[in-house]
């Protein structure tokens, strides 16, 4: 074997192991193993995953700035929880900004990306068939890859870097919606719907409207 070949075969089984270990972390999360506030270390996870140490504090640091967890230390942390004051400063931000994200791609996002949100919300809508809480994970993924593709199509690189981790803020695990989720999800795609129907007719202020209106009437019910 080559002498570099080691180093680098080292490089990727931790990359993997890190990534194992984030989607454990966020699986755990949004399906209720581990509930708002509770401890997680960085042990725990690692023999649950099979992993080494290392590639957990890796996943444990890319949890944190996703928002997920609250980083206590160097092997510890602890699970977000969210207050309504919290929940609806990130609402109002997001609304604010991604306004502004979805006017700029409206007349940038290329077919294939508005395609790509229809396919999502497609995907979204026959996520509503399935038993929670495997509802508020499918919801999390499906959702927030949503809300990138228009991130990405408004070809902003500050936009990109102040939202970019917002978007993954597990709001959904506020207390405030726990038992409403399906029934607000109707209102997600039908927002998520004419979003779709704004950018296909290439108009700013539509799109710009309605996600306004999409992100602010999320502060009382889910995205």
Sequence with gaps: MDATAAPAQDLDDRSLGSERAYQYIRDSIYLGRFKPGQIVTAGEVAGVVGVSRTPVREAMQRASADGLIELEGFRRARVSSFSDADTNDL?????????IVAERASTQISEEEIDRLAALTDALEEATRTAEPELFRQFADFNSAFHTVILKAARSRQLTLVLEHLIETPLILH??????????LERA???????IAAFRARDPKWARATMTAHLMSARSSPL
């Design 91 to 99: 609402f109002e931000i997001r609304a604010v900004l991604e306004a």
């Design 189 to 195: 795609i039908s927002h998520h719907r004419e979003i």
């Design 175 to 184: 207390k405030r919606f726990e038992g409403t989720l399906r029934v607000n």
